[in-house]
């Protein structure tokens, strides 16, 4: 059984992207990997609005993503978060795939969200 780290947004409709989420993770745990979605279990008790809340539930989640057979991409977006997430994986090695983006689109907003971050 592998472990699989679903990556998704939570910023935004925090209550509806964790219920995705969850959703993700069920499909994952139908077809018979292990999927942990960090973001649902560390919101029960880190405020990811408060910025020292959300570094530290992030730092926990890329340690987690450490201990992972693989990354899943879930949704359409590709938030801040799930950038560092996925370039995480990429510098371990750990595989991704993405449930709705072609691996061409998950690239696409990856370059599209550094220019625009580097343009601030």
Known sequence: MKMIFICSPL???IEGNVK????????????GD???????VFTQYLD??????RELGM?????LLRRCDGLLVCGDIVSAGMQAE????????IPIQ??????EELHKE????????EML
């Open 34 to 40: 292990m999927p942990i979605a960090p973001h649902c």
């Open 20 to 31: 995705r989420a969850n959703q993700y993770c069920y499909d994952v745990a139908i077809k």
């Open 98 to 103: 993405s449930s709705h983006l072609t691996v």
């Open 110 to 117: 990856l370059i599209e969200e550094s220019a625009a971050i």
């Open 11 to 13: 910023r935004g409709d």
């Open 86 to 93: 996925i370039k995480e994986a990429e510098r371990l090695g």
């Open 59 to 63: 730092k926990m989640g890329l340690e």
């Open 48 to 53: 990811d609005l408060k910025p020292n809340e």
